[in-house]
């Protein structure tokens, strides 16, 4: 389903001229089928999501070295794929919210300190997914068996 609406995403951005989503679109199913070929196999939508995650957080990462070296056009740019790349992810957590999985999650496993992280982190990122990042999961764990 995600490899029918990116491909209908880059005809349709093609047609409008809007270079910006039609890099950004060619760019992700460039990394799809990178993998697909890395791994040989067929991506299914978690996965997708996951890459499209990933090419994401890797902008969101860049922006604060662009911002320091004080380049306002590869800012921008930044900026835009990353609202391309934003369209498709779903909905971000709350911190409340999170909080909440995590805590259903610990009790789930059974977990009492922070031995128990490494559990609780493996739990989360399979059932959150890509709504959540990980440096969030992890501090709220942290903050919860500390």
Known sequence: M???????????????????KKNTVQMVRAAILQ??????????DDQILEVIAKEFKKRNDSLADYEKSGREDLINQIKEEMAVLEDYLPKK??????????????AEVGATSMKDMGIVMKT???????????????EIVKKILA
């Open 124 to 138: 989360a990122k399979e059932k959150l997914g890509v709504t959540a990042d990980g440096k969030m999961i992890n």
């Open 35 to 44: 993998v697909e070929k890395d791994k040989q196999i067929e991506l299914n």
């Open 2 to 20: 995600w490899k029918e609406k990116l491909l209908e995403d880059l005809k349709a951005a093609m047609k409008d001229k809007n270079v910006v």
């Open 93 to 106: 957590l709350s911190e409340e919210e999170l909080t909440e999985k995590v805590k259903e999650i610990i």
